[in-house]
């Protein structure tokens, strides 16, 4: 299992410290959580913060896009030197177009899916796409209770890769613990993301690692 820690759950006071706790933990990707306030209600950091951000991590960089528009990021997410550039289905009126511009950008492609979106508007789309990221929370704040009904979705999305012949890695997005983790794992996640559940840890490596064993 690969893991995408969260930053929005780091200590935003000493973030390079944070960042660097990362950078010497085992962590497949560092997940960025960009927000608009209108998209979802809330607000994180913008790319002034990122690029502070991007200079000193050394493990790629999975932008989760939480805003409308988010097409009209891609230049900025390209220039943090990102590896995958997550935007949400329900934000793109132009889906198809949005991916290919991001792999133009030379980035993965990812579209995210807010929990009552079925998975199965992604139809005609999986072919094209590196990654699902599958909300198990209401996209805006971390630390919220995992939603259940989210573990048939990763099955529903396993079976409509696999029946397509799509390589797309299915990562999920909040809530994630040891038991969720496991759950998800076993529903056929790829990467997890994990905010509080790391960066809340004693030893973020730990945590790190027990998920990655799942
Ligand atoms: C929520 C964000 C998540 C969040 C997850 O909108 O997309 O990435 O940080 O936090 P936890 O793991 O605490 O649910
Ligand atoms: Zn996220």
């Keep these: 299992m690969k893991i ?14 944070e960042i660097e706790k990362i950078n010497a933990s085992e962590a497949d990707y560092l997940h960025l959580d960009v927000m608009d306030g209108v ?5 994180s950091f913008g790319f002034p913060v990122l690029q502070g951000v991007a200079k000193v991590c050394r493990k790629p960089l999975d932008v989760h896009m939480m805003t409308v528009e988010p097409e009209k990021w891609i230049g ?15 934000a793109c009126l132009h889906l198809y177009s949005t991916v290919q511009h991001i792999h133009e950008a030379g ?19 999986i072919q ?14 971390g630390g919220q209770p995992f939603i259940r009904h989210t573990l048939e979705k990763v099955r529903r999305l396993k079976a409509l890769r696999d029946a397509s012949g799509s390589k797309a890695m299915i990562e999920l997005d909040g809530g994630v613990n040891a038991k969720t983790g496991s759950e998800l794992a076993e529903a056929g996640a790829d990467i997890l993301v994990a905010g509080s559940y790391v960066f809340g840890a004693p030893d973020i490596n730990e945590a790190i690692r027990s998920l990655q064993r799942l």
């Design 4 to 17: 995408s820690p969260s930053l929005l759950a780091a200590d935003f006071l000493n973030l390079g410290r």
């Design 107 to 125: 980035m993965l492609a990812g579209v995210t899916l807010n929990p009552a979106t079925p998975v199965e508007t992604l139809t005609d789309i």
């Design 128 to 141: 094209d796409v590196d990654l699902v990221l599958i909300m198990s929370v209401e996209p805006g704040f």
């Design 39 to 43: 998209f979802v209600p809330n607000i």
């Design 76 to 90: 900025h997410v390209r220039d943090l030197g990102a590896r995958i550039m997550n935007v949400h289905q329900e």
